[in-house]
């Protein structure tokens, strides 16, 4: 009976440890979810990502977006500022749709609360900068992002 119970707490002590979710797994599967749901052209499911993968603080900050673009007669930048809210967060992901909806994940890297994501369409090649909370549930605090022509 006393090799039961032993047995028994063993297991589920090696079941809690295999239950709980690594930082560096969690960031994985949030970047992953991203560029499923980038590649999905609903906004509901782009807002319902954004609620339960962003922390508040990044929701509620604006973020910039600056576009450049080189011909012939020279080079251009237009600089734009999303607004500080779920709604300025959906249109970054209604840009990140046209621009990569069809792309495919080239590589992923975490370093320590940091993650960069690679992806490529035929077109347009975008690395993703994603940094993390340090404590759990692991939520995205801030996102940077360079979308380039070619691939890589």
Same mark, same amino acid.
């Given at each position: 009976?006393?090799? *039961?119970?032993?047995?028994f707490a063993l297991s589920l002590i090696g079941f809690s440890i295999k239950a709980q979710e690594t930082m560096q797994q969690v960031? @994985?599967? =949030?970047?992953? !979810? ?14 319902? #990502? *954004? +609620? ?9 900050? $604006? ?6 673009? +080189?011909?012939?007669?020279? &080079? +251009?930048? @237009?600089?734009? !500022? &999303? $607004? +500080? ?7 970054? #992901?209604? =840009? ?5 909806? %069809?792309?495919?994940?080239?590589? *992923?890297? $975490?370093? %320590? ?12 090649? %975008? &690395? #993703? ?7 759990? $549930?692991?939520?995205? !605090? ?5 979308? !380039?022509? %070619?691939? =890589?």
């Open positions: 009976m006393k090799k *039961i119970s032993i047995l960031m @994985e599967k =949030r970047a992953k !979810e991203m560029h499923r749901v980038i590649c999905l052209s609903d906004k509901e499911q782009w807002k319902g #990502f *954004i +609620s339960e993968n962003y922390a508040q603080t990044l929701i509620d900050r $604006p973020m910039k977006t600056q576009v450049s673009k +080189s011909d012939d007669s020279g &080079t +251009s930048a @237009e600089k734009k !500022e &999303t $607004p +500080s809210n779920l709604d300025g967060k959906v249109n970054m #992901f209604q =840009r990140l749709h046209s621009d990569l909806g %069809g792309s495919k994940i080239i590589s *992923i890297k $975490p370093n %320590g609360d940091k993650l960069e994501m690679v992806l490529n369409n035929a077109v347009l090649s %975008g &690395t #993703f900068n994603l940094k993390f909370a340090a404590t759990k $549930p692991y939520l995205i !605090e801030d996102v940077r992002i360079q979308v !380039e022509a %070619g691939n =890589r």
